[in-house]
């Protein structure tokens, strides 16, 4: 993480995501724009939350670990959208891992001035509201999602997913490296299985994986058969 240095570009983000006026006036000299490199750990699961973030600019993934050490995809999540609402409200420990899947741009503001500048502000907590209950019907359609859909359509969805760049579907070691194994948990399902659907997805001409990395050939393919993705 970086703190990066330009009131300019944070005022600049600021209006052209008209969030300028969520904000006590006496709360926008305390919010500083952070910068995190794609694979970043934005929060961990289970340590102390002190910040409130606002993502401007990137793509975010979200998922949550076991006790046993498996991960589970809760969401990827790209402008606008807030990290740590829940927690600064309930005053707790970060609830999930957030990880930067491309370059990432962050508005960020400690916990200690929203509460002496936010506790009360309408816009603020109209705002926080919404994110919140969106928040909540979005993980209650994700959890039917991953109950209902097969491993195809979560596989499809995920591979949309992680190539963040519309432009950029080449999901190299240096960009969005594919761990099989990583993968498999994310989507919930066995390291096997997940083998097998990615060799008919290879038959299929939907993608090619050669030397520990996977090729999309085929978007629009994927985006049928995913129908609509299912982790954003």
Same mark, same amino acid.
């Given at each position: 993480?970086?703190?990066?240095?330009?009131?300019?570009?944070?005022?600049?983000?600021?209006?052209?995501?008209?969030?300028?006026?969520?904000?006590?006036?006496?709360?926008?000299?305390?919010?500083?724009?952070?910068?995190?490199?794609?694979?970043?750990?934005?929060?961990?699961?289970?340590?102390?939350?002190?910040?409130?973030?606002?993502?401007?600019?990137?793509?975010?993934?979200?998922?949550?670990?076991?006790?046993?050490?498996?991960?589970?995809?809760?969401?990827?999540?790209?402008?606008?959208?807030?990290?740590?609402?829940?927690?600064?409200?309930?005053?707790?420990?970060?609830?999930?891992?957030?990880?930067?899947?491309?370059?990432?741009?962050?508005?960020?503001?400690?916990?200690?001035?929203?509460?002496?500048?936010?506790?009360?502000?309408?816009?603020?907590?109209?705002?926080?509201?919404?994110?919140?209950?969106?928040?909540?019907?979005?993980? /209650?359609? #994700? $959890?039917?999602?991953?109950?209902?859909? *097969? @491993?195809?359509?979560?596989? %499809?969805?995920? =591979?949309?997913?992680? +190539?963040?760049?519309? /432009?950029? #579907? $080449?999901?190299?070691?240096?960009?969005? *490296? @594919?761990?099989?194994?990583? %993968?498999?948990? =994310?989507?919930?399902? +066995?390291?096997?299985?997940?083998?097998?659907?990615?060799?008919?997805?290879?038959?299929?001409?939907?993608?090619?994986?050669?030397?520990?990395?996977?090729?999309?050939?085929?978007?629009?393919?994927?985006?049928?058969?995913?129908?609509?993705?299912?982790?954003?």
């Amino acid at each position: 993480m970086k703190e990066m240095k330009d009131r300019e570009q944070l005022i600049q983000y600021l209006q052209a995501h008209q969030i300028e006026s969520i904000f006590h006036e006496q709360l926008i000299p305390h919010l500083s724009l952070y910068s995190f490199d794609q694979g970043e750990l934005i929060c961990s699961q289970g340590e102390p939350a002190q910040y409130l973030y606002v993502l401007v600019k990137g793509k975010i993934k979200i998922y949550t670990t076991s006790a046993e050490g498996k991960t589970l995809i809760l969401s990827f999540k790209t402008p606008l959208e807030v990290i740590g609402d829940i927690e600064y409200i309930q005053g707790i420990h970060n609830l999930n891992t957030v990880e930067a899947v491309s370059s990432v741009c962050m508005i960020g503001v400690h916990h200690r001035w929203l509460k002496k500048y936010g506790r009360d502000y309408a816009p603020l907590l109209q705002f926080l509201l919404e994110i919140i209950t969106k928040k909540f019907c979005m993980k /209650s359609n #994700s $959890l039917s999602f991953n109950l209902m859909y *097969p @491993v195809e359509v979560r596989l %499809a969805s995920y =591979l949309l997913s992680v +190539s963040f760049d519309e /432009s950029d #579907s $080449l999901m190299k070691g240096q960009r969005s *490296p @594919v761990s099989l194994v990583d %993968a498999a948990n =994310l989507i919930g399902t +066995s390291y096997r299985h997940l083998n097998r659907v990615i060799q008919q997805f290879c038959k299929e001409g939907l993608i090619e994986r050669n030397k520990g990395f996977i090729l999309v050939k085929d978007r629009e393919g994927l985006a049928a058969l995913a129908s609509h993705n299912i982790y954003e």
